[in-house]
């Protein structure tokens, strides 16, 4: 433990349990006496005026196109602008994450120019992106489009250190926890603080001095956003036993209370490699934070810590099945988990501190809570969770004194509008287009008849308030939020991409064994001793362990873009193997790379001899050219057209692999790496996409297209090869790794550095994905094809 930090989290705890316990009381007397109808009825009163549309008969005829669901996310996003709605969309929804996540008063001139700026970039973004972005489904979550977001910046190396991070985050999960809910959390934090680092910052930053913020945010929110999955979703996910989740909070309560991570020592359960994981991760990003902490902030961010994870333990423990529990027993951890949460934002990234921001926070806090709470009540229902909507549902009819979560729900609004924030009416208005947009949308989820029935049990005791509330619900307009539209785009985002890259993975593997089913070439009678040897040398080569990228990319182009039989261009997928593993023969030669190991084997001239792999490689180009010919099912013009750019490529790849031997030993530049890249690499996935493309006759346009996307993702394909040669694992690749040093050749790595080839990688990623936006075809298999070139691991 550091000497100049002395943690008292057991006293923090009591302090803010205290400021807890009278802030329910307060609320609790209000809820009691029901103090709270009478103000809110007058506030929605003068907040519906600007909310229910009285519209004339004629109005009805000249409206045009309806209102599209305001989950679509372009569609939302155009109709808001067409309306003339969108300035007011998003005024609403940035000053309530300034209330929200930066603890702002809305009635401060300066926080309402801030407010402005924002919704004014923000519109010119979206309304842009929409008229440009045509086919780029993903929008703002794309992976191209964040990159160039923070190349703007100049944090691209923060980015692809995240990227990797949610990556392996991911892959980690186990099975019984929600990845895409983990990925969410993990990217809201992040932003969150990254926010807060923002607003922090004075306007006459220099911009070396905000990217370097900028770059501790990003990696900030993802050391505390972490805690999420690996803490709070895990412990809630009922995976580890009862001596596994025993030994972890122990782990956890030692850390916050000592203010060093302890050793992971034994582990006795059946999660040992999970948690030896996660222990490392949580290790490398507790570290972080405590670097990165300003001293006289450091034990305000332990202490916190500690009242946010007690509270969260006192409330997992609780039973449903305990009848039990007081109003206090309820409430109280509620208020001091959602308050602290938000909180610790502001220590982690060092900001001094701020009584009015703590005051606004902390009371604001058990609003979102009780918001979340109600949204979610069936889930946490049926999963058996206690928060005060399952209790009251489960224990209302036998428990008199149980507070009804729904009235001190809108007692919190009411406190908040009048005495957090002085009945200021712009907070007015903001807070209760949330309450309204929250039932609206709980509704629509529901359906009406399963609302009635909440509202029948959770309402029933305030009959006139409730009245008024339905009709608003039934009737207001103009209550839809942001960065509800973000979430649920994200959700559906995530989702997808998941779903696609699942069906790319199941299918790429079922038509790799299906190409590798084709590529064999059968011996045939009176064949020479030569011949024979060639034939058995051949088809080693062609039995090894390859990815079948080019084939298989072929195959999802003729047949999925272009609608070709699959069939009919079985010899094209045969050819493109054929030539990419004669190329591979005489890379590997003692004369070029002398590689010993190919595809997980002995390479060609270690199993035979070097005359029999140049010969080998020859005619394999031979063979390549032969199916080509016998492309039977399309006209000779066209055959004849692909064999003529089929022998072009490979001469072209034969002046790239000349350059590579001629760069030995010299130090090329950026540009003359990236000539070398295309014609070694990305001119054979040009091959794979235009021969299926000349078949299909497609347009110039669309080849040009093409041809672009296929260079730059070559030559990202061929940046990736550099990196794993320096930081891959051998067993997966199948071949040593530090080749390229050993055999001084020049390569991104070694010219760029492992960071600046990281970057120039997503450089032509970026590039790659923007060319898409030009193909008039479902590139949803490039898209996924791309991304696997740059997270694969062999």
Request: net charge negative; hydrophobic share 35%.
């Amino acid at each position: 433990m550091n000497k100049e930090l002395i943690i008292n989290p057991d006293a923090r705890y009591r302090i803010a349990e205290q400021k807890a316990t009278n802030y329910y009381k307060s609320l609790y007397e209000q809820v009691v006496q029901k103090t709270y109808v009478p103000t809110l009825i007058e506030d929605i009163h003068m907040w519906k005026h600007n909310h229910i549309r009285h519209h004339s008969f004629l109005s009805f005829f000249s409206r045009g196109k309806g209102k599209p669901g305001s989950r679509g996310y372009h569609n939302y996003i155009q109709w808001l602008n067409y309306t003339g709605k969108l300035d007011n969309y998003l005024d609403r929804s940035i000053s309530y994450i300034f209330m929200r996540d930066l603890g702002k008063a809305l009635d401060s001139p300066d926080t309402q120019n801030r407010i402005q700026r924002i919704v004014d970039s923000l519109k010119t973004n979206l309304t842009n992106s929409n008229a440009t972005d045509r086919g780029d489904n993903d929008g703002m979550f794309s992976m191209a489009r964040l990159y160039r977001t923070a190349q703007k910046e100049g944090v691209e190396s923060a980015m692809i250190w995240v990227v990797n991070k949610l990556k392996t985050v991911s892959s980690n999960l186990p099975k019984g926890m929600d990845a895409e809910q983990a990925q969410r959390k993990l990217i809201k934090i992040i932003a969150g603080v990254i926010m807060q680092e923002i607003e922090e910052m004075d306007d006459d930053i220099s911009s070396e001095e905000r990217t370097l913020k900028l770059d501790k945010a990003i990696r900030l929110g993802y050391s505390y956003g972490l805690t999420y999955p690996f803490i709070d979703d895990l412990l809630d996910a009922k995976i580890l036993s009862d001596k596994e989740e025993k030994q972890y909070s122990d782990m956890i309560r030692t850390t916050l209370t000592t203010g060093s991570v302890p050793e992971f020592g034994e582990w006795t359960g059946e999660n040992l490699d999970l948690m030896r994981y996660v222990h490392s991760e949580l290790r490398e990003a507790f570290e972080y934070i405590k670097e990165h902490q300003r001293r006289e902030t450091r034990q305000n961010f332990f202490e916190q810590s500690y009242v946010f994870f007690n509270s969260q333990e006192v409330d997992r423990v609780k039973d449903l099945s305990n009848a039990n529990y007081s109003n206090e027993e309820l409430y109280i951890p509620i208020i001091l988990k959602s308050s602290s949460s938000r909180l610790i934002v502001r220590s982690v990234i060092g900001a001094p501190e701020d009584t009015d921001f703590d005051n606004r926070t902390f009371f604001y806090g058990i609003y979102n809570q009780l918001a979340d709470d109600f949204a979610d009540m069936f889930d946490d229902m049926k999963d058996g969770a206690v928060t005060p909507y399952t209790y009251y549902m489960k224990y209302h009819d036998t428990r008199k004194d149980l507070i009804n979560p729904f009235e001190l729900y809108w007692t919190v609004i009411s406190n908040l509008i009048h005495n957090v924030y002085d009945s200021d009416s712009k907070t007015r208005e903001v807070i209760l287009d949330r309450a309204i947009n929250g039932l609206k949308r709980f509704r629509e989820r529901m359906g009406p008849e399963k609302y009635n029935e909440v509202m029948g049990l959770f309402a029933s005791g305030i009959p006139k308030f409730n009245r008024l509330l339905q009709d608003m619900v039934r009737k207001a307009d103009d209550v839809d939020f942001f960065d509800k539209l973000l979430r649920d785009h994200m959700i559906t985002t995530l989702k997808n991409e998941r779903k696609e890259q699942e069906d790319f993975i199941n299918t790429s593997k079922t038509l790799r064994n299906q190409i590798n089913h084709i590529l064999n070439i059968p011996k045939v009678e009176n064949m020479s001793l030569m011949e024979d040897t060639i034939m058995d040398a051949a088809n080693y080569s062609l039995e090894g362990d390859g990815k079948r990228l080019r084939p298989i990319v072929t195959w999802f182009m003729g047949v999925n873009a272009y609608g070709l039989k699959s069939s009919a261009i079985e010899p094209l997928l045969r050819s493109l193997e054929y030539m990419h593993t004669a190329s591979l023969i005489f890379d590997d030669l003692p004369s070029q790379d002398n590689a010993s190991t190919r595809r997980g084997r002995p390479t060609l001239h270690e199993m035979h001899n070097i005359a029999i792999s140049e010969l080998t490689g020859l005619f394999l180009t031979q063979k390549a050219i032969e199916e080509q010919t016998s492309l039977n099912q399309f006209d000779s013009k066209t055959v004849l057209k692909l064999v003529q750019y089929s022998a072009q490529v490979t001469a072209d790849m034969c002046r790239g692999q000349a350059m590579d031997l001629d760069s030995k030993g010299k130090q090329l530049t950026r540009e003359q790496l990236n000539m070398m890249c295309f014609y070694k690499t990305g001119l054979g996935f040009e091959a794979s996409l235009i021969m299926p493309a000349i078949l299909a006759h497609a347009k110039e346009l669309e080849m040009e297209a093409l041809k672009k996307f296929a260079r730059h993702a070559g030559i990202a394909f061929q940046i990736k090869d550099d990196l794993l040669d320096v930081e891959g694992d051998t067993t997966l690749l199948g071949k040593p790794i530090g080749k390229d040093e050993e055999n001084n050749n020049s390569t991104f790595v070694s010219i760029l550095g492992q960071a600046g080839a990281k970057k120039e990688m997503w450089e032509n990623y970026c590039i790659a994905m923007e060319a898409l936006q030009h193909i008039p075809r479902n590139t949803t298999f490039l898209k996924h094809f791309l991304n696997y070139i740059i997270n694969r691991d062999h």
